[in-house]
């Protein structure tokens, strides 16, 4: 499985954005995640979707301004991001994994992207 996360760049406090995963390759993908690190810190839980029914789990003090999303026709996952702030900063990874129901921890997602920084300037 290969996964490939972009839409990353410079913003400013205020813009939005929107990320893209595209998933590929032989496996079991029932869910994708995305996580993000900020400089000096944990990797943390941002939001999960499930491909079957599109089920959604957000990071409950983000899930005002996140939008997550799948096109099944292009495997591709969405993130979108609304009202960002500085301490949106950080790299953002997305991640899938084969349990059939959603979850936060990152140690039950086998297959990680490279990641997309995300900078948000003010």
């Known amino acids: 499985v290969q996964l490939q996360a972009s839409g990353g760049g410079l913003n400013q406090v205020g813009d939005s954005l929107r990320l893209s995963c595209a998933v590929s390759g032989r496996g079991i993908t029932n869910i994708i995640g995305w996580f993000r690190q900020a400089p000096g810190k944990e990797r943390e839980f941002v939001a999960a979707i499930r491909w079957a029914d599109a089920e959604r789990l957000y990071k409950d003090y983000l899930k005002d301004r996140l939008t997550i999303s799948r096109d099944n026709a292009k495997n591709t996952v969405y993130l979108e991001m609304d009202s960002l702030k500085a301490d949106d900063t950080a790299v953002y990874y997305c991640?899938?994994?084969?349990?059939?129901?959603?979850?936060?921890?990152?140690?039950?997602?086998?297959?990680w992207g490279q990641g997309t920084l995300v900078t948000v300037s003010s």
């Open positions: 991640a899938a994994s084969a349990l059939g129901h959603i979850t936060r921890n990152p140690a039950l997602y086998p297959y």
